[in-house]
């Protein structure tokens, strides 16, 4: 019997490894959006387009030949449900691009760092889910963080991508909540739709006189999706299974650090003072909220 209560004790262990090594790769691969944003001298809407199309492939591909595996046990389904969902999410893959295009990465970083508390509040309004003082408390930090870095912004660019990356936000937590509504979607087959709306949409919009992009830069753009949309969402998916969903959260903020640290090294693309000062508030807000969450759960 004991033999049997360790051997489940390390597989849970393995497990839970498993689950935190596979969320960190994800977050390290989601961290490099800006490298790619930087290096890549597209037009936005060709640019997402021609991401969207390499993320819908791979999904497909993904869906096809692992469609009745344990990493994706649920049937295959459109309907109106799956479609919104999509639609949500479709509208938050491009709105990511198009304020990492326009403003910097670290400034994009900081309203993204709110789609936790973005998520409560919806989740409040639409599931009427309880909403704590220290969520309320923490929420309020991580807007007074965004006030100061855009309260000191006159760059129209800035002020345009400061609302794009709110679009994000709100299309994310949206798409979370509608999950949490309707948990029976399956989420890779919806996320494939929303890239190919997305690809769809984009290719639609693209500029006429549009080139299609050389060997070099298809290989970049089949690599950003990789990165950035596809593979790191499966492999974010798979690894949440294990672990709780704090702590999925707690390392996902690695993103918020990495993603303008690796521009700023790559490009050396510093945010102003103001930016600096409005994200670590916000990062405070996020990483308080998550670590007290973290710490009822494991006294539940």
Known sequence: MSD???????????????????????????????????????????????????????????????????????????????????????????????????????????????????TLGLG?????????????????????????MTGSSSSRGDMAGYLLAFLMALGFAGSIVLAKKWPDMNLPGVTSVACLICMIICFIKSPADAPIPDLSDMLWLFAFSMATQSLSYLLYLGGSRFIPATLAGLIGQLDLLLAPLWVWIVFDETPPSSTLLGGAVTFTAVITYLATAAVRARRV
């Not at 220290?134 to 965004?146: E, H, Q, W």
């Open 4 to 118: 049997l209560t360790d051997k489940s004790h390390n597989s849970s262990q393995c497990h839970s490894l498993s689950g935190v090594a596979l969320v960190t790769l994800s977050v390290l691969m989601w961290s490099s959006v800006g490298i790619f944003v930087r290096h890549l001298q597209m037009d936005v809407w060709s640019m997402v387009a021609w991401r969207s199309f390499f993320a819908t492939l791979t999904l497909a591909v993904v869906l096809l030949f692992w469609r009745n595996s344990k990493w994706f046990p649920q049937k295959i389904r459109l309907g109106w449900r799956e479609i919104i969902t999509a639609i949500v999410m479709s509208l938050s893959m491009f709105c990511y691009i198009a304020a990492l295009k326009v403003t910097t990465v670290a400034g994009v970083m900081t309203i993204y760092a709110t789609t936790p508390f973005i």
């Open 124 to 148: 409040w309004v639409f599931l009427r889910e309880r909403l704590t003082a220290m969520a309320a408390f923490c929420s309020l930090a991580s807007l007074a963080g965004v006030f100061v």
